[in-house]
T-cell receptor, first 114, second 117 residues
């Protein structure tokens, strides 16, 4: 079975500073990878996804992530954060043979400080 | 218009009661899901229905019973509520799951916060 580990439970960051959220996955077969964002008291919104092709994936709100197969990682980055980026971020994986069954990591809370 | 809606938004109830959470999507999707997010924010899939047919059923107690009257609705009924059922329950929907390789983006509802006292 596949699994996802988000190495940081909380990441405090100052406004306009860069941020990186780490995600590692485990799977014996090919995967699809995702980052979701959950703003306070809201549902999840897809930030970006890796299905195939270029390993650098660009998403909404200036976020990007890089798929590294050898390191089984899918880290999320943003070069300059805003106060509005304060949220919980979830990395998720699904194996290609069961396309829509998502397995989530434990989440990383990003707190952007002025 | 809300794409995936859930009612109620908050639900507070006593142990042992039976309660239902409703979910509706107006995206024309064929597949719907229920997820549970516990107090530590851990998200786990519970069920998935494709065209009113159950296709994913994780190791969820029998007290939880999903019901899909039509493909736009997936309700979750919980019998004999326990303290450990306290969580946020999210409904989601996607285009039809055809089985095998492929992925269709899931759209999530705003969640229902269930508190069992």
């Amino acid at each position: 079975a596949q699994s996802v580990t988000q190495l940081d439970s909380q990441v405090p960051v100052f406004e306009e500073a860069p941020v990186e959220l780490r995600c590692n996955y485990s799977s014996s077969v090919s995967v699809y990878l995702f980052w979701y964002v959950q703003y306070p008291n809201q549902g999840l919104q897809l930030l970006l996804k890796y299905l195939s092709g270029s390993t650098l994936v660009k998403g909404i709100n200036g976020f990007e992530a890089e798929f590294n197969k050898s390191q089984t990682s899918f880290h999320l980055r943003k070069p300059s954060v805003h106060i509005s980026d304060t949220a919980e971020y979830f990395c998720a994986v699904t194996i290609k043979a069961a396309g829509n069954k998502l397995t989530f990591g434990g989440g990383t809370r990003v707190l952007v400080k002025p | 218009d809300t794409a995936v809606s859930q009612t109620p938004k908050y639900l507070v109830t006593q142990m042992g009661n039976d309660k239902s959470i409703k979910c509706e999507q107006n995206l024309g999707h064929d597949t719907m899901y229920w997820y549970k997010q516990d107090s530590k924010k851990f998200l786990k899939i519970m069920f998935s229905y494709n065209n009113k047919e159950l296709i994913i059923n994780e190791t969820v107690p029998n007290r939880f019973s999903p019901k899909s009257p039509d493909k736009a609705h997936l309700n979750l009924h919980i019998n004999s509520l326990e303290l450990g059922d306290s969580a946020v329950y999210f409904c989601a929907s996607s285009q039809a799951y055809a089985g095998g390789p492929g992925y269709n983006e899931q759209f999530f509802g705003p969640g229902t916060r269930l508190t069992v006292l």
